[in-house]
């Protein structure tokens, strides 16, 4: 068996204002139905792999295993980094923890915003990597380049690869090139994309960490037997993690070890690193388009509009991103995409909230977005996931109107619990205790009406929460 092992805490600020910090483009459906989380954990499945590892972070938690839920996955461990600290720890961590039960194991480790349209092709370039990995290689997926890109790290082959993608031994790795390199490199045949996907057997890889990391091994190890259960996840202890370094697993692994192999693949593979890549994945004759948008006498552009009922229209654009949020919008020549993480910095130098929170907000029940804001006043619509339950709160600064719009309510006002079901409302006073729980086996939705003098988040008391939150 192959345990994957799903690394999921990245924040993706390239394709702002889709993706933000507290909503990375891994959870969002970017190409299809699916988020490209749950068709990377949907393409790791079969008889050939274990439940999957995931490593997230804690704001992530409980998106991860309700993604996994809603996708038809039975999760694995999760486990919670207390902090981001790059690729290298937190693949030694999962490697620490598989070895506590397979320690003979496989483990293919991948990033979980990539875009892999054929599953069966990828499957079958796993399956001529085991025996490699078997033998105790380190193998990593190299892929086959279709142009000359100055944004992605390349693998040097030590030969030509073959047209059956066996594994073939790593002369080097290669860092992004300029222009010229890579078109070099294109000519040459000898070099692929560094996908960042591995394959390796539990025991190999923490030889090769041992070998080139044994301080970084010390502080995971002591995160991982100290690590704490909640809720079903399994949280690495803070002080330890904190003296591991953050580096990732090339500079800190493979980039000294003598046993590695790559496997070739050439049936189709995208980061999704910025909106020209998207662009790439989704363009049907120059011109891609999402939701409600329309394309008027234009070449090469990307339209997409994410606000329901909110049209974008583009006339005689050329070679142009347009990317419509209800409270932001990017506008971008398609080169210049990978700019679009020095705009989310100038937003954050600025104080703006939409260079990293998402407009809805979302919650182990569910979510809810704000629809209008005015002195002493704010509009909210909540949705609450079937069987769920907010906590039971209080409020020093605002009293609350529910009216239920979906489903049916089970509210608790004091000592009252009562049902409250479409077209009906109820008021929470300022300062009362008070719950709302979705008893139904659908989404439920109310808008909230809030009055107060102060109006924000942390103006919250928590008495009881079945998400461990008080």
Not at 186 to 198: P, Q, T
Not at 206 to 228: C, G, I, R
Not at 269 to 294: K, N, P, Y
Not at 409 to 427: C, H, K, P, R
Request: with cysteine; charged share 20%; hydrophobic share 45%.
């Amino acid at each position: 068996m192959i345990t994957p092992v799903l690394l999921c805490g990245g924040s993706g600020t390239r394709l702002w204002p889709l993706s933000r910090k507290s909503y990375p483009k891994q959870f969002s459906p970017l190409i299809g139905d699916e988020s490209l989380f749950q068709a990377s954990a949907k393409r790791l499945q079969g008889d050939r792999y274990a439940p999957p590892i995931v490593v997230t972070s804690d704001a992530f938690r409980f998106i991860v295993v309700q993604q996994l839920q809603e996708a038809g996955v039975a999760p694995g461990t999760v486990l919670i980094e207390p902090e981001g600290r790059d690729t290298a720890p937190a693949i030694l961590a999962a490697a620490l923890h598989l070895a506590e039960t397979d320690p003979d194991g496989l483990m293919l480790v991948a990033p979980s915003d990539h875009v892999i349209p054929d599953a069966a092709k990828f499957d079958a370039a796993v399956a001529k990597a085991i025996p490699t990995a078997e033998l105790g290689q380190l193998v990593t997926f190299g892929i086959t380049p279709d142009r000359a890109e100055t944004g992605y790290g390349y693998l040097a082959l030590a030969t030509h690869p073959c047209c059956d993608a066996h594994p073939i031994p790593l002369k080097s790795f290669v860092e992004k090139p300029d222009a010229a390199q890579a078109a070099e490199m294109l000519a040459d045949k000898r070099y692929l994309w560094n996908a960042g996907i591995f394959l390796f057997s539990v025991r190999s890889i923490l030889a090769a960490y041992a070998s080139s990391a044994p301080e970084m091994v010390k502080a995971v190890e002591q995160a991982v037997n100290e690590a704490k259960t909640d809720l079903g996840f399994l949280r690495l202890a803070p002080e330890p993690w904190a003296k591991s370094p953050a580096i990732s697993i090339d500079y800190a692994v493979m980039e000294k070890a003598n046993n590695l192999s790559v496997v070739p693949y050439r049936d189709g593979w995208s980061d999704l690193g910025d909106w020209a890549a998207v662009w790439r994945e989704t363009e049907s004759d120059g011109i891609a388009l999402s939701g409600a948008a329309t394309a008027i006498d234009c070449e090469n552009s990307l339209l997409r509009s994410e606000v329901e009922g909110q049209n974008i229209v583009g006339i005689g654009l050329k070679d142009i991103v347009a990317v419509a949020m209800p409270d932001a919008v990017l506008i971008s020549h398609k080169d210049n995409t990978q700019q679009v993480k020095t705009a989310v910095a100038a937003l954050k130098s600025k104080g703006a909230p939409q260079a990293e929170s998402f407009p809805k907000d979302h919650r182990p029940w569910g979510w809810f977005e704000s629809l209008a804001i005015g002195d002493r006043f704010q509009v909210k619509r909540i949705v609450v996931n079937p069987g769920a339950a907010l906590s039971l709160q209080s409020h020093h600064h605002r009293a609350e109107h529910w009216i239920v719009v979906q489903g049916t309510a089970s509210v608790t006002i004091g000592d009252e619990v009562q049902l409250v079901t479409e077209n009906q409302s109820v008021y929470v006073p300022l300062g009362a205790t008070h719950r709302m729980e979705n008893p139904g086996k659908l989404p439920m939705v109310l808008i909230e009406v809030q009055t107060g003098s102060y109006l924000g988040e942390d103006d919250i008391i928590r008495y009881e929460d079945v998400y461990a939150r008080t």
